[in-house]
């Protein structure tokens, strides 16, 4: 097991709200990325924090943001939900110094958008 | 920008058999990391074995191991004497060593193994 926890596992919402999801790890952690994985599909890269800034953005439009906080937890907020924003989110996180090893994933939150 | 194919959707094999999964990927980089991750029904993205550019010598992991042609920018996956746990989907990924660690995925292959 990685020891990264994510929450809630699973949330519906509708069209035009707001979501927040987390994620924490029992070790410490200085870098944490987010994915979202469609249906079928290989996950893809939303953004990374690393010490509380972002370092780094996919090709998602602003209403996708995060944060991360110094007890080790992080957040992904989505405003304005759209039906394809439905999908499984993931965060990873890493110990260690930038570009270095390796990301360990958490279980993910699976949003449904109605 | 890089891109990583698998172009094996699904494949299946008896149990104790052996398995090999394909994936190339395109880079203009010289080092960087590749990587295969398992994902079981279960969901949880689990790293199977990791490989650096810049190491010649193919990674192991117990009854996984990995083909990697620099050259040819390929990274196959063998499993050998595989169990009825590896069924999952299984995804190649990339990672450069600058910038953001951001992880570039394919599109994954989702292996059964059959009893």
């Known amino acids: 097991e990685t020891g990264v926890t994510q929450s809630p596992t699973h949330l519906i919402k509708t069209r035009g709200q707001q979501v927040t999801l987390r994620c924490s790890s029992q070790?410490?952690?200085?870098?944490v990325s987010w994915y979202q994985q469609a249906l079928g599909q290989g996950p893809q890269f939303i953004f990374q924090?690393?010490?509380?800034?972002?370092?780094g953005r996919g090709n998602f439009p602003p209403r996708f943001s995060g944060l991360q906080f110094p007890n080790y937890s992080s957040e992904l907020n989505v405003n304005a939900l759209e039906l394809d924003d439905s999908a499984l989110y993931l965060c990873?996180?890493?110990?260690?110094?930038?570009?270095?090893?390796?990301?360990?994933f958490g279980p993910g939150t699976r949003l449904t958008v109605l | 920008a890089q891109t990583v194919t698998q172009s094996q959707p699904e494949m299946s094999v008896q149990e104790a058999e052996t398995v090999t999964l394909s994936c190339t990927y395109d880079?203009?980089?010289?080092?960087?990391?590749l990587f295969w991750y398992k994902q079981p029904p279960s969901r949880q993205m689990i790293l199977v074995i990791r490989?650096?550019?810049?190491?010649?010598q193919n990674a192991t992991e117990n009854r996984f191991s990995v083909n990697f042609q620099k050259a040819a920018k390929s990274f196959s996956l063998k499993i050998s004497d595989s169990q009825l746990g590896d069924t999952a989907m299984y995804f190649c990924?990339?990672?450069?060593?600058?910038?953001?660690?951001?992880?570039?995925f394919g599109t994954g292959t989702r292996l059964t193994i059959i009893p």
């Open positions: 924090y690393y010490r509380e800034e972002e370092n």
């Open positions: 490989q650096e550019a810049y190491k010649q």
């Open positions: 990873a996180i890493k110990v260690g110094s930038l570009n270095t090893d390796t990301q360990y």
């Open positions: 880079t203009s980089e010289n080092n960087y990391y």
């Open positions: 070790s410490g952690h200085n870098t």
């Open positions: 990924a990339f990672m450069n060593t600058f910038g953001n660690e951001k992880l570039t």
